[in-house]
């Protein structure tokens, strides 16, 4: 991962657009944080990907999985790139390693509240995301959320139905 990039990774297919998807997206910003949680091949990276260019103001990406152990510095450039009320999304959440879990952890109760974050992974086990929810600071959406819908999967002229194939690489 580039520190001076710290952008979407490139897609590996086209993304199908999702507007509900990014609807969800956009209504569940009302909290400092989002987790976006779900097993893999429902599309999350995907999902956010497709809805980075709708987000108005500084934002930063971070991807937890091509930051290894230069974590820190990956954190402070994406905190820079995101300052003044932006968004930061950290994408792999489920690698963090726990020292780097309890860095975030300090870093999101001390930063400011207008700063949101959306957080992608599988899981989030070394992230207190209760403990935010019940401070009211966190909102989630899982794969429910992602899952394609029977008109999105019509739409996009894909065999059989969508009960077919939960994740999303049923529909790639």
């Known amino acids: 991962m580039s520190v001076t990039r710290l952008a979407p990774p490139a897609a ?6 999702r507007p509900g998807v990014y609807a969800r997206l956009q209504s569940a910003l009302h909290r400092q944080i989002l987790a976006l949680l ?3 091949g429902f599309g999350k990276t995907c999902a956010l990907r497709g809805f980075w260019p709708q987000l108005a103001g500084n934002k930063a990406w971070l991807d937890v999985r ?3 152990d230069d974590f820190a510095t990956h954190w402070r450039a ?5 300052a003044d009320g932006g968004l930061i999304v ?6 963090l390693r726990p020292e780097y879990g309890r860095e975030l952890t300090i870093a999101l109760e001390q930063a400011p509240r207008e700063l949101r974050f959306i957080l992608c ?9 209760a ?3 019940a401070q009211g600071r966190l909102s989630s959406l899982d794969a429910t959320a992602l899952a394609l ?3 999105e999967w019509r739409e996009f002229g894909l065999p059989g139905t969508a009960q077919d194939w939960g994740g999303w690489w049923g529909a790639m």
């Open 90 to 95: 950290i994408d792999g959440i489920e690698d």
């Open 38 to 40: 779900s097993p893999g």
């Open 121 to 129: 992974g599988r899981h989030g086990k070394v992230l207190p995301l």
């Open 78 to 82: 994406a905190l820079a790139q995101a």
């Open 12 to 17: 590996f297919h086209p993304d199908i657009p």
């Open 131 to 133: 403990e935010w929810r």
């Open 149 to 151: 819908r029977e008109e």
């Open 66 to 68: 091509g930051a290894g």
